[in-house]
């Protein structure tokens, strides 16, 4: 066969490897070590480069296939072993922790308060250093005397400092529906949690804007302008809002509104219909 097809067939069986190899490392009840799936990875490089050294069509397939399936198990693995070094310490999950660090998303804000990803730079406990995982997801939730006010204003791209509460991430197992665990690993988060901004609690810091995350920023600032536009329609500069930059801060309130509309309409014609 020919040194062409001979390669084409060999990248062909490497893909067929890698895909092999990679669900093979899914199906994993417990991770190795990063050094076997270094040496896994490693292993499955110099096989492809010693495709050049064969001259027949089928070992060159089988060492393809083989070399592929090494490098989709060892960078998969490693991917994980080095996701799962920056899980939350079990020993830190519930307890009041300073966390420095910036605002890393567009803030979804209802009316219980403001839901952001934040990117941890430093974290405390007791004047001490702690571990946080690099990224987090969390909750600014407003006290029941500050029901229906404006919020923290959080913008993406600012610098903070306050004290959190943290949990290593959890979701619903059911059958066919939205996995948010997964959901959670995809996007880099390893700890969800709430800002702690009571009374007793130590007040939360603006440290100043950052340049980090200025897409997210222009984003914010556009749906903050097409909402004071609109203002006169909430639900028009949600929607507005979700089209144009994927605010659906909005959509998700109304979709709550609808929901709980409905099943109060429900209720009240169950009770027709028992009392007549």
Do not use: C
């Amino acid at each position: 066969m020919p040194p062409g097809l001979i390669v084409r067939h060999s990248g062909f069986g490497a893909l067929l490897g890698w895909v092999l190899g990679v669900a093979l490392q899914l199906q994993q009840p417990a991770l190795w070590s990063l050094e076997v799936y270094g040496a896994l990875l490693l292993a499955g490089v110099l096989g492809l480069g010693a495709l050049r050294l064969t001259r027949r069509a089928a070992p060159a397939l089988l060492l393809a296939w083989v070399a592929g399936a090494l490098i989709g198990v060892g960078a998969t693995g490693a991917r994980a072993v080095h996701f799962a070094a920056d899980a939350l310490d079990p020993a830190l999950q519930g307890i009041d922790i300073e966390a420095t660090g910036r605002i890393a998303s567009l803030p979804q804000r209802s009316a219980q308060g403001e839901r952001f990803e934040f990117v941890v730079e430093s974290a405390a406990r007791g004047g001490q250093a702690v571990a946080l995982p690099p990224r987090l997801q969390l909750g600014w939730y407003l006290r029941p005397d500050e029901a229906g006010g404006a919020g923290p204003g959080l913008r993406a791209g600012d610098r903070w400092r306050f004290t959190v509460r943290l949990r290593s991430p959890h979701g619903n197992a059911n059958p066919h529906g939205f996995d948010r665990e997964r959901w959670l690993w995809e996007q880099g988060i390893q700890a969800t949690g709430y800002v702690r901004s009571g009374p007793r609690d130590p007040a939360p810091q603006r440290l100043g804007a950052t340049p980090w995350h200025p897409l997210d920023r222009l984003r914010q600032g556009v749906a903050e302008r097409i909402e004071a536009r609109v203002h006169e329609d909430p639900r028009s500069a949600g929607v507005l809002a979700a089209l144009v930059v994927g605010d659906q801060s909005a959509i998700v309130a109304l979709g709550k509104r609808l929901v709980r509309q409905k099943s109060e309409g429900f209720q009240r014609f169950d009770i027709s219909l028992s009392s007549s």
